[in-house]
């Protein structure tokens, strides 16, 4: 009996713990990508954001391995509105130094990356945003875009609240 309430008070503070270390969230989320991302597969995220009166900062979210070659990435997000309103933006990050060291946080092989994508957005119209993200990845002098991404193993997407 006493090792179940101790076994339960740990398991609630380490929720209570894990939940207030990140107290600016209010989505995030991650979807696997299968071994090698295929440019024509979109990695999409239904949000319905809290309120249509506060800004919030987004973020496109990445994990990939040492197995991503390159030196940036290029992706293609678009934000789909209640009404039917989309935003289209080909976004360019870095993902690596020119040592070829990958740039983002993690000791293992893999590696997160939290890539701006917009700043003091205010969700207007009340209702599903969607967000749709895919690759938009070039070899250099090539014409024909990377046809399966290698490397990247999660794709993520994160609404925060404006930090003070």
Known sequence: ?????VLLFFLMSSFVLASSCDSNRVFDDYKPVSNKWHKDSVVSFKINPPDSINAYNLFVN???TNAYKYNNL?????????????IKDTLEYRMAEPSGKLLGTGYTDVKENKLWYKEQVVFKEAGTYTVNIQHAMREQGKVNGVIELEGVTDVGFRIENISN
């Open 62 to 64: 990445l994990r990939n």
């Open 1 to 5: 009996m006493l090792q179940n309430r």
């Open 74 to 86: 290029f992706l293609i997000v678009e934000m789909v509105f209640p009404h039917g309103k989309t």
